[in-house]
């Protein structure tokens, strides 16, 4: 009887320790988003060079696919944090900002996603390399990707643009990480706009008929 006394006790205390240390282990999630561009104040130039732009599929590994932010060492030795997530995965966000960035130029005539639906004269596509923190003798936020633009009636690549960034990060934390991926994601969006323009001004599509 006192044997079973006894087992019963370490039993309950047992379990007891493993409710405490169950409790005790869980962290609430940190959520974090970036910056929206500014949405669009001006309407598209009415001299027939505007086109209908499609953001089509960005490639990726399934760590951006997900919402946990991801870290590596310059050795490439990569993981991701359990806590601190972001809002969206990177992949979707990424998309989110450069489609904003673009309507709000006022170059185009309409700018919408493929799975939208929508039409468009061009598509432009690409694949996401690094969305990242890297640590080791500099610590900053790694942005990287490549980016061809389709035109959907020849079926050909007429253009590409590659970007390789590594924004500084001010200090070693994970708002500051944010921050800095937030800022080199504002800068690419900046110059694929701008790399858009110079490929169209030099490429000035044919005025349709309709």
């Not at 405490?20 to 561009?37: D, E, H, N, V, W």
């Not at 390789?164 to 690419?188: C, F, H, M, W």
């Amino acid at each position: 009887m006192n044997r079973c006394k006894k087992f019963l006790s370490l039993a309950v205390l047992a379990g007891t320790a493993s409710i405490a240390i169950s409790c005790g282990a869980a962290r609430p999630s940190k959520y974090y988003a970036l910056t929206p561009p500014p949405g669009s104040t001006v309407s598209y130039p009415q001299d027939g060079a505007a086109v209908s732009l499609l953001l089509g599929p960005m490639m990726t590994s399934h760590l951006y696919r997900e919402d946990r932010i991801v870290y590596s060492s310059e050795h490439e030795q990569m993981g991701t944090y359990e806590t601190e997530r972001w809002a969206e995965p990177p992949i979707e966000m990424m998309q989110s900002v450069l489609l904003r960035k673009l309507r709000s130029s006022g170059h185009y005539r309409n700018v919408n996603t493929l799975r939208s639906g929508a039409h468009g004269e061009y598509m432009l596509r690409g694949r996401l390399y690094d969305f990242k923190e890297v640590t080791g003798k500099t610590f900053v936020g790694r942005l990287s990707f490549d980016l061809e633009l389709h035109d959907t009636k020849t079926n050909e690549t007429v253009w590409t643009f590659t970007y390789n960034y590594d924004e500084p990060v001010t200090e070693k934390n994970i708002g500051s990480v944010v921050a800095a991926l937030d800022r080199n994601v504002q800068r690419a969006a900046g110059e694929v706009a701008g790399a858009l323009d110079q490929y169209f001004s030099s490429h000035p599509p044919a005025k349709s008929n309709d």
